[in-house]
């Protein structure tokens, strides 16, 4: 009885010695494996300044040109109003803008781009009440976009003028989207109010004939 307990105390310690020693050697496989594979480098974008004149400088202007047709087209007075708004706040915007860029010596672009081109001559086309829905709804995609670009720029620029101005006119942008926002609510439940009073009269003109 004895001959088998120590035997199987012999062969216990044999098992947590072949346990540990194996441990051992899978834990110095895996340090040396760490040790052999590179590091990997985490990259971290950081916005150019001459990116951000650019964009703002194309989207600014673009807003300008967009307000200025719409003081003239559009049918609704809210939107005439909120195109002129656009038309005085950019303007300024523009201006500051291009005496921060002329000290950095950052070409500042002349026309607004080949999208925001064919967006001004797809309003051209248009008139009245779809005019004013297709000019809004630019103007609230269009201040998205600006209001992403702005904020990214008043965290990441490293130019602290330019940095400045972009977080100054963050507020300005996310008041013109909230705006543009609402005028397309507007836009959308007149054009809806009228397609139901149309339906009404059509099945009110149908009943008659029956």
């Known amino acids: 009885?004895?001959?088998?307990?120590?035997?199987?105390?012999?062969?216990?310690?044999?098992?947590?010695?072949?346990a540990c020693n194996s441990g051992n050697e899978k834990q110095t496989a895996e340090v040396k494996q760490?040790?052999?594979?590179?590091?990997?480098?985490?990259?971290?974008?950081v916005m150019d300044s001459k990116e951000f004149v650019?964009?703002?400088a194309k989207g600014g202007m673009a807003e300008v040109e967009m307000g200025k047709l719409a003081v003239k087209n559009a049918k609704d007075k809210e939107v005439k109003n909120?195109?002129?708004?656009?038309?005085?706040?950019?303007?300024?915007?523009?201006?500051?803008?291009?005496?921060?860029?002329?000290?950095?010596?950052?070409?500042?672009p002349t026309s607004v781009g080949e999208e925001n081109t064919m967006m001004l001559?797809?309003?051209?086309?248009?008139?009245?009440?779809?005019f004013d829905k297709a000019y809004i709804k630019h103007m609230v995609d269009g201040h998205k976009k600006m209001l992403d670009l702005f904020e990214k720029a008043s965290t990441?620029?490293?130019?602290?003028?330019?940095?400045?101005?972009?977080?100054t006119n963050v507020k300005t942008?996310?008041?013109?989207?909230?705006?543009?926002?609402?005028?397309?609510?507007?836009?959308?439940?007149?054009?809806?109010?009228?397609?139901n009073k149309m339906d009404d009269k059509m099945n009110s003109g149908s009943m008659k004939s029956h």
């Open 34 to 45: 760490a040790a052999i594979e590179p590091k990997k480098v985490v990259e971290v974008t």
């Open 1 to 18: 009885m004895k001959k088998i307990m120590i035997f199987a105390g012999c062969l216990s310690i044999i098992l947590y010695t072949t």
């Open 54 to 56: 650019e964009k703002a």
């Open 121 to 130: 001559n797809d309003l051209k086309k248009k008139t009245g009440a779809e």
């Open 173 to 195: 942008i996310q008041m013109h989207y909230d705006k543009a926002t609402a005028l397309e609510s507007k836009l959308n439940a007149t054009s809806s109010s009228k397609m």
């Open 82 to 108: 909120f195109a002129q708004m656009m038309v005085d706040d950019h303007t300024k915007a523009n201006n500051e803008l291009k005496k921060i860029a002329t000290k950095q010596n950052i070409t500042v």
């Open 156 to 167: 990441e620029l490293k130019d602290t003028e330019l940095k400045n101005y972009a977080a």
